[in-house]
């Protein structure tokens, strides 16, 4: 067993645990947004309470309270909700690193984007990481933070230039999962650093029959709103990489920052609707956002028909010097155990079958990854345009 095997056993893996415990964060996120937005005043006296809900689930009811301050004294036992987020964080970093960092010049590095050694990449890669979450919460507990209007506004415009640099820098797959692991790690610091620790010292006075100090109720609904308006970005990107069209094309810094604009819009109906209203011209905004960048993003049709379909020979000529090597039973690339997705390009027949998927990758020049091998535009071009006389096998 090679290392490059394992690898991809630890990749799974660990893409695995990100997914479970993703979705187990991810699902408590929305399911207390939804609570908060549907709770209604109080039938029974107790004056603490702000807010109760009715509900019927799994073959029983319950009947939830919100105090907004705190009951009069602590129950016994409180649960808290952490450890879903750290081990989203936890997970998701280990599988950038072992995809992004441990392969950096085949994911991160793009030469036709800026020329860098792999540990350069990777620096630059932590560095705005770490940089991205300082800034953020700097900015969040400076006086701008006290407006929330604002703070959107600076938020997209941050966006704006981290998504900017970001695909200026790395390639483009690189750059969309740099982008969502500093968006990722913002969410998950505000968990870590300043909800729960909010939520200790309030339990802290409490215990000592003190009041808490409202301010940090405060804080932790401000970075749990933001990580609301964060989440479906996020998740976008990190189902982008199946789909080179949107990090492969010239505007990809443009679509990063679309669909995070989208996915705020989206979030903003879903809150509206539970609280009974129904703008649809959010949902309508987001479709139209969306539908610009499927206009904007189209190829350009020009690189398949130019060029007149080649003989076979030719394209399997091409696919040998330029895709084998990675994709074959045996590929003989450094660090490859097994044909990526399991795609193969040695024989005719192969080559037929994977017409589709060759013409998405090569058109979006999302293949070969930083072209690694060299393919030339002429090649391209005569790839794209076998595809589009039918993928003759003669
Ligand atoms: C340096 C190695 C390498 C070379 C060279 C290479 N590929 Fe790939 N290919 C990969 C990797 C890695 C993946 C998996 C990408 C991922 O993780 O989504 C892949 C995936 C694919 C896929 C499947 C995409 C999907 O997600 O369904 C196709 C199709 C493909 N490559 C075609 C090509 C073609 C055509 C060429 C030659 C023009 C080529 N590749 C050259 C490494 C390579």
């Keep these: 067993m090679d290392a490059a095997y394992l690898l991809d056993w630890a990749n799974l893996l660990v893409r695995w645990l990100h997914l479970i415990t993703g979705i187990a964060w991810i699902g408590t996120s929305f399911y207390f947004i939804g609570l908060d937005n549907q709770l209604d005043p109080p039938k029974d006296g107790n004056p603490r309470v ?19 301050l705190a009951p ?35 994911y991160l590095v793009d030469p036709a984007v800026l020329d860098m050694p792999a540990w350069v990449a990777v620096l630059v890669s932590a560095a705005m990481l770490a940089g991205g979450w300082v800034a953020y919460d700097l900015v969040c507990r400076s006086k701008l933070g006290e407006n929330e209007a604002l703070l959107g506004v600076i938020g997209a415009a941050a966006l704006a230039v981290v ?36 939520q200790r010292k309030m339990v802290a006075a409490m215990q000592k029959g003190e009041a808490p100090d409202p301010k940090y109720g405060r804080w ?19 189902i982008s990489p199946h789909y080179p069209m949107t990090w492969q094309s010239r505007w990809n810094w443009a679509v990063l920052l679309a669909i995070g604009l989208s996915g705020a819009l989206v979030r903003q109906y879903f809150v509206s609707r539970q609280k009974g209203k129904n703008p649809v011209w959010l949902p309508a905004g987001a479709a139209a956002v969306v ?21 076979f020979a030719e394209v399997q000529t091409i696919v040998a010097s330029r895709c084998v090597a990675c994709h074959a039973a045996r590929p003989t690339m450094d660090g490859f155990a097994a044909p990526p997705k399991g795609v193969m390009l040695e024989t005719p027949q192969q080559i037929r079958r ?23 535009p002429e090649e391209r071009a005569k790839l794209l345009a076998w595809v589009a006389a039918g993928a003759p096998p003669d």
């Design 163 to 198: 998504a900017f640099a970001a695909c200026h820098v790395f390639g483009g797959r690189g750059a969309f999962l740099q982008v969502g692991a500093m968006t990722g790690t913002i969410m998950v610091a505000n968990v870590a650093m300043v909800i729960i620790p909010g």
């Design 291 to 311: 539908a610009f960048l499927v206009w904007a993003g189209a190829p350009d049709r020009a690189t398949g028909s130019a060029a007149e379909a080649p003989p």
């Design 220 to 238: 932790g609904k401000q970075r749990s709103v933001h990580n609301t308006y964060l989440t479906l970005p996020v998740l976008f990107i990190m």
């Design 354 to 376: 994977w017409a589709a998927g060759l013409r998405q990758q090569v058109q979006t020049e999302a293949m070969p990854p930083g072209n690694l091998t060299d393919i030339t």
């Design 50 to 68: 702000a807010g109760e809900q009715w509900s019927v689930h799994g073959g029983g009811f319950y009947h939830k309270q919100k105090y907004l």
């Design 72 to 106: 009069e004294r602590l129950p016994e036992k409180l649960h808290w909700f952490k450890w879903e987020a750290y081990w989203t964080w936890i997970s998701g970093f280990t599988l950038f690193v072992l995809i992004y960092w441990g392969q950096a010049s085949t």
